[in-house]
């Protein structure tokens, strides 16, 4: 398969009262923030904008998807969820579309290390948390 550069759309931001959530594309880098409330209102938004940076992200070869979840107050199980499927996703692409995921989290936010850390044993190859 020949290599062809690929500009990636811009992602369609989710933004709710209570939840956003953007994502810009750099060169090789997709940097995604969320911030507020991830909750049962915002699950469904989540899943299709993790969709889209994906299959941007695929499209346009990314490298690394940083994701800052350090202005992200809580987050329920369904978006927990969503970030699995993600990460499922990215790991069954062949290797060549295959791309790095990193979790920037807030250390004071304690459910984000718990979660985290449960998140990494299905992001194994993946995924890394700082």
Known sequence: MESTDVTPLPLEPIREPDFSATGQFD???LSVRLWGNADQRGNTLLDAFLQA???QSVAARIKEVVVDFRELVFMNSSCLKALVTWLRRVQEHPPEQRYAIRFLHEPE???QMRSFSA???FGRGVL???
């Open 128 to 130: 890394t948390i700082e």
């Open 27 to 29: 060169g090789s880098r």
């Open 119 to 121: 998140l990494a044993a």
């Open 53 to 55: 940076a994906d299959r």
């Open 109 to 111: 936010a304690h459910w």
